[in-house]
């Protein structure tokens, strides 16, 4: 069975765009990854400044030659497996595949693969009684979100080598992935006999195994690290194995509270004056121009320390959670595609902290 790599994140935390890095960064060595997306949104398409995605899978980048991937050692999983795997030797990358899972299409290819409807199935598609089906009962559509990822997990080729090296899921935000992800358990309960009941069965063994790994994304601040413990508290009550977290948009820390007292102190004023000065920020002298610059970024420097301190104890409640940690810097310009590939060679050098 392929890997299977979930990611998840609240809103805003950027976990689409971790997704597609970590799918990059594990098409290396000549691997086959296949990037899926859930919710309809089209942000991998954006990101990988391609056309919309459609119901198919389509090979939408190649993935970042290995540069140093024997020295990289790999996180482990609550179950054992390597959160992110690394290789050795240098190769080169490998395809990042793409596909936009359309839950009424989904639906058709159940019909299709259970009960060999055919066209009656298309028919049922005219009428509206498949999207009426998908509306009415979300948690139908959510089990054919994850359906269709997980037959992608398990499917071979022609000379029974499974077809992706990796699956990775760009999935629901934080605050619903657990029932996302345990909805099949739900409907295996309900539906005790038939194909639908052994179709949920063959997800959750694929969702519960030592080749899942469900990661977390965050930043450092106080929402999104209470909802990445609720999160990861509430996967391990449902048996789900959670592989990582990676904190995202991370900035490094200019100053820290001891610089600032130097800076405060009376010297360092003068000195801090004469250096604007020589600048070209006009007269040191006291009221001059630089003179009266110092105290504007004085406070700039104390907000600065301000949000080191409480960005270093939400990175304190992230480690204490006792999963691999990654970080991820913020890219000032945005995130291109350019970027991307940054962001993947960023994932495949790191350690867990």
Known sequence: MSRLHVVSGKGGTGKTTVAAALALALATEGRRTLLVEVEGRQGIAQLFETEAL???ERKIAVGPASEDASRWGSPRTESGGDALRGGGGRRAGGEVHALAID????????LQMFYKLGSAGRALKKLGAIDFATTIAP?????????????????????GKFVYDAVVMDAPPTGRITRFLNVNDEVAGLAKIGPIHNQAQAVMRVLKSPETAVHLVTLLEEMPVQETADGVAELRAAGI???????NMTRPALLDNGDLDIIAARGART???????????????????ADRLIDPL??????HAERVELERAEHAELTAIGLPTYELELLPE???????????????????I
């Open 54 to 56: 459609p119901y198919e």
């Open 103 to 110: 839950a009424e299409r989904a639906l058709l290819d159940y």
């Open 139 to 159: 948690g139908l559509r959510d089990v054919l979100l994850t359906g269709k990822a997980c037959e992608a997990v398990r499917r071979k080729d022609k000379s």
């Open 241 to 247: 194995p959670v592989g990582s977290i990676v904190i």
């Open 271 to 289: 000195g801090v004056a004469k250096a604007l000065s020589q600048a070209g920020l006009g007269g040191a002298r006291r009221g001059g121009l």
């Open 298 to 303: 004085l406070e700039q420097a104390r907000e």
């Open 334 to 352: 945005g995130v291109d595609l350019a970027g991307l590939y940054h962001l993947a060679r960023d994932l495949r050098k790191q350690r867990p």
